[in-house]
């Protein structure tokens, strides 16, 4: 079982930064991919931005040129650097993890508790 501890959500005003962090218990070596999600209400689940073993990092379209995802040394924290924050990105973050498992082929989700996150006008 892998744990994903969340820190640094809060309330900002429009125009204004956070830094969110996120560290897995898992190994380094079974983690294929670390991320952010996020979920307003009334609304799906999405995509903020992913970052991949190797170094490939994927982005939302609304939140790129914004938001900065980055791995830690030990590559089993990821932070999410949000600059320019708009009140439509108000909602709860998730962190994700894609770890292997066992098999070296199988790949599981896993799930932060998450983090709030509230820009005002």
């Known amino acids: 079982q892998v744990q994903l501890v969340e820190s640094g959500g809060g309330l900002v005003q429009a125009g204004g930064s956070l830094r969110l962090s996120c560290t897995a218990s898992?190994?380094?070596?079974?983690?294929?991919?670390m991320g952010w999600y996020r979920q307003a209400p009334g609304k799906q689940r999405e995509l903020v931005a992913e970052?991949?073993?190797?170094?490939?990092?994927n982005y939302a379209d609304s939140v790129k040129g914004r938001f900065t995802i980055s791995r830690g040394n030990a590559e089993n924290t990821v932070y999410l650097q949000m600059n320019s924050l708009k009140p439509e990105d108000t909602a709860v973050y998730y962190c994700?993890?894609?770890?292997?498992?066992?098999?070296?082929?199988?790949?599981?989700?896993?799930w932060g508790q998450g983090t709030q996150v509230t820009v005002s006008s």
């Open positions: 994700n993890a894609k770890v292997f498992g066992a098999d070296w082929t199988s790949l599981r989700d896993y």
């Open positions: 898992a190994r380094f070596a079974r983690i294929n991919a």
């Open positions: 970052s991949y073993n190797g170094g490939y990092t």
